[in-house]
């Protein structure tokens, strides 16, 4: 089984990676863009066949580990 | 006095850290994070600058959870003077023992200069020695510096006088290199027992190497 982790700072905490890519995009012509969020994904292959128990599992791993809640959210996506 | 300096995988300011304590006249003793119990007798533990763990995930996120964290978590728990510089700094706030977090510069650079700081509160173990509003010379070196705490939780900072020093210009006007709310440099805890400060005072403990700063700045630590 197969876990998916999207870590993305929380609305409302600024993204320095974020900012310079929109200025980039804004440089390179595409002006339709209002917004950039930078995250990062976390790919975790579990030895776990019950999907309930591996996102627990995995909720149990960001809330530890994977990200910090203090500026982050996290989304859990369990692929088969 | 004794002072327990904490060496991690990729800490770099150990030794800088060890010449800065004994020129202030403690003993110091280097422990390995796999140590399982703090040196007998430990006045203070440092966790000192550098790239633990490669800065793999977040700074300092993985060094939480190093076997030797426990005791120095259980030593800040009794009132034991912690101070976290740099890379120990962001230790401090992942294992919680601070609040807030640490986000990339705001210019996305490694940031590596000597730079002036504000002493905000000076009613602490930690910048005793100094006075509210002195101005220091001390260098900074981190990409990720960028201190963020919510609206909330900084007026309580404020409140407990929990925020200790701030980035500024020689004069003392604001400086933000970092994008760090409120440009803050340094906080402790409530209980004012755990320091934690991007800034390098080890490395500014000779008039030769640009500034000796880091002596005052200390000071208080030693008394």
Known sequence: MKAIV?????????????????????????????????GKQIVLKLDQNDPEKAKAEVKEMCEELLANTVIEDYEIEIVS | MKTAIVVFPGTNCDYDTQYACEMMGSK????????????????LVILPGGFSYGDALRSGSIA???????????FAGKGGKVLGICNGFQILLESRLLPGAMKRNANLHFISKHHHLKV???DNDFLKALKSGDIVNIPIAHGEGNY???????Q????QGQVLLTYCD??????????????IAGICNREKNVFGLMPHPERAMETLLGSADGVSMLAGLFR
């Not at chain 1, 993305?8 to 390179?28: E, M, S, T």
């Not at chain 2, 309580?156 to 409140?159: R, S, W």
């Open chain 2, 156 to 159: 309580k900072l404020y409140d």
């Open chain 2, 64 to 74: 939480r959870f190093s076997p030797v964290m426990k005791s120095v978590i259980d």
């Open chain 2, 120 to 122: 905000v509160e000076n």
């Open chain 2, 170 to 183: 020689a004069e003392g006007n604001p400086l933000n290199p970092n994008g760090s709310v409120d440009a």
């Open chain 2, 28 to 43: 110091t003793e280097f422990v390995w994070h796999k140590e399982t119990a703090l040196p007998k007798e430990t006045d």
């Open chain 2, 148 to 154: 963020y705490i919510d609206d909330e939780n900084l």
């Open chain 1, 6 to 38: 999207n870590i993305q700072l929380k609305q409302g905490v600024l993204d320095p990676q974020g900012k310079a890519v929109h200025h980039a995009l804004g440089a390179l012509g595409f002006k339709d863009v209002e917004d950039v969020r930078i």
